[in-house]
């Protein structure tokens, strides 16, 4: 068992960069890979980035790779997207989420957080 928590979100103009966070409560943590997701309005959710559970494996979707990074501390139970070149359609709800491994699938995760809301002004 899991729960995870969202935070960073806000507006941005378009270029500019933001840093989510999930963190995760529980001793289980690092045994999990870690994957990002978004939906914006109207629109059904898509596969962002994942990250595996020693973080050594990463896995983007092409319309946000070279602009976003995933990365994870497991002594802190968290995990990140550093977010840059920001563009009006990464507008969106962010959510973070767990899996046994580093899928883009979002059937394969278990656990969700909350989602976190990001504009990008244009």
């Known amino acids: 068992q899991v729960q995870l928590v969202e935070s960073g979100g806000g507006l941005v103009q378009a270029g500019g960069s933001l840093r989510l966070s999930c963190a995760a409560s529980?001793?289980?943590?690092?045994?999990?890979?870690m994957g990002w997701f978004r939906q914006a309005p109207g629109k059904e959710r898509e596969f962002v980035s994942a990250i595996g559970w020693s973080g050594g494996i990463t896995v983007y979707a092409d319309s946000v790779k070279g602009r976003f990074t995933t990365s994870r501390d497991n002594a802190k139970n968290t995990v990140y997207l550093h977010m840059n070149s920001l563009k009006p359609e990464d507008t969106a709800v962010y959510y973070c989420a767990t899996s046994t491994r580093a899928t883009m699938v979002p059937a394969s995760y278990d656990y969700w957080g909350q989602g976190t809301q990001v504009t990008v002004s244009s």
């Open positions: 529980g001793r289980t943590f690092s045994s999990y890979a």
